[in-house]
């Protein structure tokens, strides 16, 4: 398998020496028409459950949105003690919504392939590509992220606000992960079966919204980085302008 980032020829990583780090709500705005997405990190789920046995962890998190925004209501309620099944409550009736959007941050997207030149046929309006081999993500998210962090040092030292708050001191922290994007409808009617079949998944739509797309984006082949930039322990929201760090260091993993 294969990272490969589709690109114009002007912008390829080995011509600009330079890579470009975007933002969720860069993809929300964007005119770019072939990777536009207006409801980047954001879903919405509605929960109508009938004599059901839901995980107490799945419960918490409903309650509990870490780094976003979520419009929870409930609608109705009737819960009890589960006797049968430990860690889980059991509930008559469970009826509520929730619309979750989560805090910007920096991404970096890339496609997940067989064979580096397939990209040709998922984004027709590039000409271009770059890639490296499966096994060095982990190298080249761990040099990234340190180019991330020098550059936004460098900048906030500097005075540039590059975040939502001022609130912005030194040492910087650099936390960073990729996984592969989930496919599923943004609007999700959770009942009985979806429950008790998918309560990974939910749990998982839950507190990674940001790394869910839409069925209609399922041929880019998605894997994304996501580097969050700590201060004081607090997770930082960056504004929404794309980041451009020196790719001098990272050439030596990535094939033409």
Known sequence: MYLVKSCFKRDNIWKRKTIKIGTLTEYRDTEQQQIAD???GMINLSFDLNHFHM?????????????GLSSFHLKEIKLRPNPLFTNHVYAEKYSATTSLIKFNRFIFCIS????PDTCKNIFKEYNDYWYLPEDRTQLFGDALSLLILEEVSNRVQRGEQIFSTDSVTDPLEIRWYCNNIFYT????????????KESSNILYWLSEGHMVKPDSFQHEKEMRFIFDIYSNGEL?????????VSAEKILPLIKK
Not at 236 to 244: A, T
């Open 38 to 40: 207006r409801e980047e």
């Open 185 to 196: 409808p943004r609007q999700v009617l959770i009942d009985n079966t979806k429950l008790y």
């Open 112 to 115: 997940k392939l067989d064979k």
């Open 55 to 67: 995980p107490i962890p799945l419960l918490n998190n409903l309650n509990t949105i870490s780094h």
């Open 236 to 244: 930082l929201q960056p504004l929404n302008k794309p980041l451009f």
